[in-house]
């Protein structure tokens, strides 16, 4: 699915792409996902939240928290009314955030416990080479929030080694003068959830890469046969367990059928699409997960110009792999004492070991 915009006269292309990664993100919190089927269920909805999202071709409210106090989401319960009383799910009253020079949060916002959770989330893209050395190794973090706190409240979030960071974008409720001195992240936060911050770590040598595979791939020329033997363990410096492996290889054309046998996991071959995936699970470093076995090739075939890529997905709980570290949040202009937590995740992007 593709969301396209239509200009009429020359605007930067930036203003554009915002604008329309914004229409998807309140779709998505809207109803929960953004597809197809989704927008056609609730194409009214889709309808009134465009219109209060552009005004005469310029946009207008874009935060989460005015668009649902102009419109609520739906729910089953509000659609049932809606259908018996024949009224819609637009607000009645002007949103108190629309008017303020701080749109992206309602004014009287009350809690009875008051919180605020942070998640540090990086992907690490790679390409590994046969030999095991890193070809290329970037990291796309972001730190996504959510901050269930009563009255104005104004945070300070401070980080041990902010400088590693590249390429940093912001929700608007950050000060940006304060990071640029400071390197502090200043903010009125907006109510519920919302992405604090996205960043990238592009210097290889910060890139810590946290699994390492072993690979026998061969094909024999003039044989109708091939061996396939791929072992994957994590790096001894890790010290955190290694869940979700997942392995995905596209196999060429001239396997029919692979006969493989895990010592770990489920796997699957698709013969038709010639898609192998490999379950893995949690690895454990006493015993790696192995998958070895024969293929069975077209007979008669030429032998693959080069071996196909493995591509593997990972997760590793409490760990941010470039080593950033929330030092402290403070709050000021609010008396009570907030509940306050920070949680690390690290994934696998795009990370591919060449064979």
Known sequence: MFFVAVIQTEVPPLFVIE???RVSETFQDY???CSEAVIKDNVVIVYELLEEMLDNGFPLATE???LKELIKPPTILRSVVNTITGSSNVGETLPTGQLSNIPWRRAGVRYTNN???FDVVEEIDAIIDKAGSTV???IQGVVDACVK???MPDLTLSFMNPRLLDDVSFHPCVRYKRWESERVLSFIPPDGNFRLMSYRVSSQNLVAIPVYV???ISFKEGSSLGRFDVIIGPKQNMGKTVEGVSLTVHMPKVVLNMNLGP???TYNFDPVAKILTWDVGKINPQKLPNLKGSLSLQSGAPKPDENPSLNIQFKIQQLAISGLKVNRLDMYGERYKPFKGVKYVTKAGKFQVRT
């Open 19 to 21: 604008f329309l990664h």
């Open 263 to 265: 010592s770990q996991g």
């Open 214 to 216: 072993k690979h026998n």
């Open 136 to 138: 290329f190794a970037e």
């Open 64 to 66: 989460s928290n005015i």
């Open 31 to 33: 109803f929960g996902e």
């Open 149 to 151: 706190l009563s009255g």
């Open 115 to 117: 919180e605020a959770y």
